[in-house]
């Protein structure tokens, strides 16, 4: 009968060692697994603008090929008290972004959330507030200026776009790059705010409209978005599942815009 109160004694003594490569086991996985996880915290602690957020719009459905019409009134920036509808109907867009504009173009504040913002950033919003309500919006590298001086509302090339503003159109002008054509720039004269311009490119120009017409926000055609992909590499293409063509929107002063 000893034999088996000896490996029994055993069996006890060995329980606690047993124990302890357990927890040293689980100690090695949480160190690798930290490992892994901190350079990837880290490199996108700070980020904001130039790292997609790894998710991509869904294909576009056969609803979107079709005429949408008019867009539902809604604001998507704002310059002081100047509030920006989105230009086109809330099927077609595919994605919003925000970049540095061309010179002379003066800063907007996006409404909504911004989605590829860094993780510290996020952090503090979630702590504080302040992440705001509203569509979610993309920065964007490239341009001139102030980050947020470029409105881009994504959507398929063909989608009408309606006026952001209420006001008067005050120029049609071509848009040249490398000595070719791309559509219009459609300047207009908000009501009631006569030192600034409100432009809307990547245009082809409705046929109907003239300088001089007075035009309703989300209710008076501009024109259809042209295929900006032969032009140039468009930014907003990385949060989109096409070439990321879109309406681009700026706001300048009246007299710098006269200069141009």
């Known amino acids: 009968m000893s034999p088996p109160q000896r490996q029994g004694r055993a069996g006890r003594r060995s329980r606690p060692n047993a124990e302890r490569e357990r927890r040293r086991r689980r100690l ?16 996108t602690a700070f980020g904001g603008g ?5 998710k991509t719009q869904a294909p576009a459905s056969a609803s979107r090929l079709l005429p949408a019409g008019p867009p539902q ?5 704002r310059y002081g008290t100047l509030s920006l509808q989105i230009p086109v109907s809330r099927s077609r867009v595919t994605a919003i972004g925000y970049h540095a504009g061309t010179e002379g173009a003066l800063a907007l504040k996006p409404v ?8 510290i950033r996020r952090l503090v919003h979630k702590v504080v507030g302040g992440a705001g309500t509203g569509p979610r919006w993309y920065q964007l590298p490239g341009g001139t200026g102030p980050s947020t001086s470029a409105l881009a509302v994504g959507a398929p090339a063909g989608t009408e776009a309606y006026s952001p503003v209420n006001g008067t159109v005050v120029g049609i002008s071509d848009v040249v790059l490398n000595g070719r054509h791309f559509g219009s720039r459609i300047d207009i004269e908000p009501v009631g705010a006569p030192s600034i311009v409100v432009s809307a490119s990547h245009l082809r120009v409705d046929p109907a409209l003239a300088v001089g017409d007075p035009v309703t926000a989300s209710g008076s055609k501009l ?11 468009q930014a907003l293409a ?7 063509n879109h309406v681009l929107i700026e706001v300048h002063p009246a007299a710098t815009l006269a200069l141009q």
């Open 73 to 77: 009134p809604e604001v998507v920036a």
């Open 28 to 43: 090695a996985i949480l160190l690798v697994a930290a490992l892994v996880a901190i350079p990837a915290l880290l490199a």
């Open 50 to 54: 130039d790292h997609p957020s790894g």
């Open 223 to 233: 024109g259809q978005l042209l295929d900006f992909s032969r032009a140039e590499r």
């Open 112 to 119: 909504g959330s911004q989605a590829n913002e860094g993780l």
């Open 238 to 244: 990385r949060y989109t599942n096409d070439a990321g």
